[in-house]
């Protein structure tokens, strides 16, 4: 079989990665632009290193039960790890996403490992993109609870509109699910099949046990809403105090916008969404709207620079296991096996 030469396919990498970077650095260039630059640095030095590393240290604790999460939904797809090999494959897939355009490929790659050390490719793969499905939705949970409370709780057309636009949302979040599971495969473009398949299979497997289905939903909501409480403290050590669904709705909407591949795994369109919302949100404030901007985007900073950390201590945490770990050697599925009779 002739293989396609892998020049063009690598160009095009090349050119996408290019163009992520460089609207990152777009962004991040007008962001700083807009906010005065004196009253950034004076917001991100008045944050105690002290305080820094505590939320350093949450976000490890929030991925250690990530890891026991993740483990939970491979192991349903089929892919069993012990622990230690769990804990291997996460902080991998955590440290390399410093490098990669996206946190797919972090995923990627840990599905990949995942895959290699229990001998069941197949059901890593389906068991990872179970597991970031999972995450989009509990996210999109938060985003209309919280949505809908701060709507409620301003007064006015802003309030009104905010409701409008969380209850749509939320419509058009379930009939685009409905779309999907009921939608035959062969009236998709054929582009999009494979990808669709993935989510179709990975979703019956977890259908098959609801009520691995249900915890990893919920304690996919319980992460993201302690990984929300870690950032809470970041913005109060900058005096920036609001309720807690405003903290819900401009944290997790600003990430489900970093996901879009239109920047280098959201860097600069995270940072910028989350000062847009969560700005007006701020409360209880004798400080000027501009200074108030000026905290909120250092808070998203300072947030950026605890991934950095967090995922540097991953990526140590896993040259020391992997230093450790005997070769693996995979598995052969007895379904696989070829019978002769």
Known sequence: ?????????????RRK??????????????????????????????????????????????????VFKWRMVIGQAGARLTLRQ?????????????FLPSIVGGDV????????????????????????????????????????????????????LLVLVVALSAAAGVVALLVLVRRPLKRWPPRWRRRIAQL????????????????????GVAMQGSLIALNAVLGRALGLEASAAAWVF??????????APASFNGIGVRDGVFAVLFAPLVVATALPFD????RALAASFLWQGVLIVGSLFCGAVWLVLRRRSPLATPKINPEMKVRHG
Not at 1 to 13: E, I
Not at 86 to 98: H, K, M, P, Q
Not at 121 to 136: F, K, N, P, Q
């Open 1 to 13: 079989m002739n293989r396609a030469p892998p020049g063009p396919v690598a160009a095009s990498s």
């Open 17 to 66: 990665l290019a163009f992520r970077l460089a609207a990152s650095a777009l962004v991040l260039a007008l962001l700083v632009r807009m906010v005065p630059w004196q009253k950034l640095r004076a917001a991100l030095a008045s944050v105690p290193p002290s305080t820094f590393f505590l939320v350093v240290l949450g976000f490890v604790a929030c991925h250690l039960f990530g």
């Open 86 to 98: 769990s804990v291997e494959c996460y902080c991998a897939g955590l440290f390399s996403n410093l």
């Open 109 to 160: 790659l840990r599905a990949l490992l995942a895959g290699r050390k229990s001998g069941r490719m197949e059901g890593a793969v389906l068991g990872g993109v179970a597991d970031r499905l999972l995450d989009l939705m509990a996210l999109g949970v938060l985003v209309v609870a919280a949505g809908a409370f701060v709507g409620l709780d301003r007064q006015g057309t802003a309030g009104t």
């Open 200 to 219: 179709l299979i990975a979703l019956r497997r977890q259908g098959r046990r609801p009520k691995v289905l249900f915890f990893s939903l919920a304690g």
């Open 250 to 259: 401009a944290w997790s909407l600003a990430k489900l916008a970093g996901l």
């Open 291 to 294: 200074e108030v901007k000026a």
